[in-house]
């Protein structure tokens, strides 16, 4: 792994000047299009991430002067998709309000990514490369084919940023090289890394995270194979201890932000000569 990393630096310091952002997004509202609801249960989520999240029905009230950006998602359909479409009028409103929108949709048809594309800042897709785990964890009758078709109708009409959820699967390393693979054929402009968290409720919740060595070898194996793009590691990753090491290890593999930081990451960033730059927005924006 160490010889990984000092490669993995090497590449960020030749195609990136030397600066890294930590945010810290309270500047981005998250909103759900279903509230709470969610019809495939996923073994990961079971819709707990959704409660955080404010209605988009109430988002007039929601969004005070503060909140420069939206993040807009809610729970997918037995398809795979976040019905962005059904309430195109709400997100109107939000982008007339001149906020910036974060979308993350699912698997869309081309038909529905004509309608949100010119809401959208930037669209948040989920991208996963193994059909055993779109089976296992979303629960869905589709393959990573079907995958590959919305992300590529998606960036025919949007900037589109792939997301990629290290040890999705309960934790098992499963696709993760192979959605790498792809992506480096179609052409991506931009990738988030998220870690599989367990959370209480649901199917994986007595799992545990991917091994750390091993989420940073897919983190190095980013950087090197993607040199001049951005690479961010998203707010979604185990806590405590974990979420401490891998951040401080996500640096040395060179990303180009964290979001939501342990405490130490700034001054470790700036002992390796890296300017910190404070942001206050969600992975994307």
């Known amino acids: 792994m160490e010889q990984m990393l000092n490669e993995a630096w090497q590449v960020r310091q030749e195609n990136f000047p030397n600066i890294i952002q930590l945010d810290f997004p309270a500047k981005t509202r998250s909103i759900s299009v279903t509230g709470s609801e969610c019809m495939l249960k996923c073994a990961h989520c079971n819709g707990h991430f959704l409660q955080a999240m404010d209605p988009i029905s109430t988002w007039q009230e929601s969004l005070g002067k503060e909140i420069k950006s939206c993040l807009i998602s809610g729970g997918c359909d037995k398809e795979g998709r976040v019905p962005i479409s059904h309430y195109l009028p709400y997100i109107k409103g939000i982008k007339d309000s001149r906020r910036q929108i974060n979308l993350h949709v699912g698997l869309q048809d081309e038909q529905e990514i004509e309608q949100f594309s010119q809401l959208a800042d930037v669209v948040s897709f989920d991208f996963v490369g193994d059909n055993e785990t779109i089976r296992e964890v979303y629960g869905l009758n589709k393959r990573v084919e ?49 870690v599989f968290s367990p959370t209480d409720g649901t199917l994986y919740a007595e799992r545990k995270p991917a091994p750390l060595q091993e989420v940073i070898q897919i983190l190095c194996k980013a950087r090197i194979d993607f040199p ?58």
């Open 146 to 194: 079907d995958y590959i078709l919305t992300y590529l109708r998606l960036q025919r009409r949007v900037t589109v940023i792939p997301h990629i959820c290290i040890g999705l699967r309960g934790g098992q390393i499963s696709g993760e090289y192979k959605a790498l693979e792809i992506l480096k054929e179609v052409g991506v402009k931009g990738l988030v890394f998220i």
């Open 228 to 285: 001049d793009i951005p690479i961010n590691l998203g707010c979604m990753r185990p806590k405590g201890r974990y979420r401490f090491e891998l951040d401080q290890l996500a640096v040395r593999s060179g990303v180009n932000k964290i979001v939501q930081p342990t405490p130490g990451v700034m001054a470790m960033a700036e002992e390796m000569g890296l300017e910190v730059i404070r942001g206050e927005e969600c992975c994307v924006l």
